[in-house]
């Protein structure tokens, strides 16, 4: 893998997409559910229609930041480390060196497996940091490539 | 084969004891049950069996065993649990003594490996011999001496140390030695900030205390309303000082800490005496610590941050070193501790906040108290003049933040840090081995004006400790992560 900034892969949108359409349905249903609180124990109206309205603003605002989200994630793997970078408002960059990687979980969700992507999370002996979304075979050719850096880090200290 | 023994029966008394501890608010449920007869002979049924047949047969279970290689101990009940700990990943042994144990020649051990699992040390032995953990000491010694692994410490799941059975080592040399005086421990205890929780709990009863009573003793006395006032105050804050000043020099009585090899060994304590026995290349970073009263007397404490819970009852969960020494000598008397801190006080130029931007930590500080201070002066306002004193401490917080904050590169391998937090100074000793992670935050306002956040994670405990100096120059932020980048 060379040591260039890469993007995470195009379909990871399509993830965020769908996931904002589900904080939608979760949030409708919250709002019915305060609804029949004011139908039948008259709780005040004004829940009911703040509700309604987080129910219509936070997919908006969900959804319309997935480009720039998608823009300014970016992760980098070279010989001696991994990088990790994200947000341009609140831009955050942070460095694991391999060697003090202790270990590497892949995981996926229904939707990410769908899209045969999946989750990255690197872990040190103190903070875990993560990778939103990998190609199943990048994430997996990283996963190795970390290890076997890892050990030969191992190796080189001893 | 050396055959598993059995803890001493007085350590069943120490099983007792933490029941009770733990399950004491039983007595106060049966007390409520005292008009029905049947409930109340069950629960007392209930209580014994918890806090006399659990611990007992706790007790009688649990058996240790130490060989050359390994302490191994077994316990449980229903579940057989056989923990194997080999020296090598031991991280620190704590011995606990209590001064009714001293006699009888026992104390209670603890023994710890910097497994992820936390709040649980791996062994805990209540009352056995001090010859054990001495006998543990010397195949420690042992183990460390010869295991020629790495230096990565931190907690490496995947290392393969194996340790011979090796002869124990004779006796090993104290190479550095301090004892706390008296002058310099009082010193210590009075500018304790431990008051100030003490001091929250004594508010929360007082305001406790019925309405009737109150307003009975100001009717009485309006005329010394204000007298009464201040007095109680005075008096709160008195109390609050008193129990702080006596928990810190009861639990740093004689305090004294040693370098025996490479195991760096405190003991302290006045009714229990706690000992830590701590190996050098365990430490994860060293910290220099120093409130805003201690710094008026001149004096810092020491602290070095292991990756084990053996010292959470310490200043902020951290192993304490040195607990408090003159300013002027402090450079002078930890080196010979641990070797690779400098021997002069440090230039920590390097990294700073800029005087034009201090602004940002006095804005930062006075925007977290605003808040609360508003709404409390809105509900209360004839208290609004103690509120706008929140307001000037906040200002002068936010000032002493940006004073303080400083750092640099001490040697090729390794970083200091200054931080400024809640009235105290913290200067951390960080080898670049031992740092997990750096990470720089900007916001897109910062860039304009070129001023970025810069946090520095190491491990502490089982958690991590993420350091933050916050508004550095871009440029000099970067410049530490370009290091840790190149350096690692």
């Known amino acids: ?158 | 084969m050396i055959k598993p023994k059995r803890t001493h029966p007085l350590g069943l008394l120490l099983h007792i004891a933490n029941s009770i501890k733990e399950y004491w608010f039983l007595f106060i449920l049966v007390l409520t049950l005292y008009n029905q007869p049947l409930w109340f002979a069950l629960s007392w049924a209930g209580i014994v069996l918890v806090i006399i047949i659990w611990p007992a047969t706790r007790w009688a279970t649990l058996s240790y065993r130490v060989t050359p290689t390994a302490v191994e101990v077994n316990s449980g009940v229903f579940v057989r649990h056989h923990e194997h700990i080999p020296y090598s990943r031991i991280q620190t042994v704590q011995r606990k003594q209590w001064f009714f144990l001293a006699p009888f020649k026992l104390e209670e051990l603890y023994i710890e490996t910097a497994s992820h699992d936390d709040n649980k040390p791996e062994a805990r032995l209540a009352a056995v011999p001090t010859t054990l953990a001495d006998t543990i000491d010397g195949y420690r010694l042992g183990a460390t001496a010869a295991a020629t692994t790495d230096s990565t410490a931190a907690t490496a799941t995947s290392e393969t140390a194996e340790t011979d059975p090796l002869p124990l080592p004779a006796t090993t040399p104290v190479t550095a030695h301090y004892r706390i005086n008296n002058r310099t421990l009082l010193k210590f205890a009075v500018t304790s900030t431990g008051f100030i929780p003490l001091l929250l709990i004594l508010l929360a009863i007082y305001n406790k205390v019925p309405r009737s009573w109150t307003d009975s003793l100001i009717a009485d006395a309006t005329h010394l309303a204000l007298v009464v006032l201040i007095g109680g105050a005075v008096a709160v804050v008195a109390i609050a000082w008193v129990g702080a000043f006596l928990w810190t020099y009861i639990r740093y009585f004689h305090f004294d800490v040693a370098l025996q090899g490479d195991q760096l060994k405190t003991a302290k304590g006045l009714f229990q005496r706690n000992t830590i026995t701590a190996p050098l290349k365990r430490i994860q970073a060293i910290r220099v610590k120093q409130n805003v009263f201690r710094q008026w007397l001149h004096i810092q404490t020491v602290q070095v941050l292991l990756a084990s819970k053996a010292a959470s009852k310490d200043d902020d969960d951290d192993l304490v070193i040195l607990p408090a020494v003159p300013q002027s000598q402090l450079y002078d008397v930890a080196p010979p501790f641990v070797d690779w801190l400098p021997d002069h006080t440090p230039d920590l130029s390097d990294l700073n906040v800029a005087d034009r931007r201090q602004w940002y930590l006095i804005r930062n500080a006075l925007l977290i108290v605003i808040a609360p201070v508003a709404l409390a002066s809105f509900l209360l306002p004839h208290w609004m003049w103690a509120f706008a004193l929140i307001l000037v401490i906040a200002f002068f917080q936010g000032r002493f933040a940006a004073h303080q904050t400083g750092g640099g590169l001490i040697t090729p391998r390794m970083l200091a840090l200054q931080t400024g937090h809640m009235w105290t100074k913290e200067t951390y000793y960080l080898p670049v081995d031992m740092i997990q992670s750096v990470r720089l935050n900007q916001s897109i306002w910062m860039k304009r004006t070129g001023l970025m956040h810069l946090i520095v994670n190491v491990r502490h405990g089982n958690k991590n400790q993420a350091i933050e100096l916050r508004y550095l120059k871009s440029t000099q932020a970067q410049r530490v992560y370009d290091w840790y980048l190149q350096t690692v």
């Open chain 1, 1 to 158: 893998m060379s040591s260039e900034n890469h993007h995470l892969p195009n379909r990871i949108k399509l993830i965020w997409g769908i996931s904002a359409v589900g904080s939608f349905a979760a949030l409708v249903v919250i709002t019915g559910l305060i609804w029949l609180t004011y139908r039948y124990w008259s709780w005040p109206f004004w829940l009911v229609s703040t509700f309604a309205a987080i129910t219509i603003i936070e997919p908006i605002i969900e959804g319309s930041l997935i480009p720039y989200r998608y823009r300014f994630t970016r992760y980098q793997i070279s010989a001696v480390a991994v990088e990790m970078q994200s947000g341009f408002i609140f831009k955050k960059r942070v460095a694991i060196p391999i060697a003090r990687v202790q270990n590497v979980t892949l995981n996926a969700g229904p939707l990410l497996q769908w899209q045969k992507l999946t989750k990255v999370s690197i872990a040190t002996a103190s903070t875990d940091h993560g990778i939103e979304g990998l190609e199943l075979d990048e994430a997996e050719a990283l996963r190795d490539q970390i290890m076997r850096l890892a050990r030969e880090a191992r190796h080189d200290q001893a």
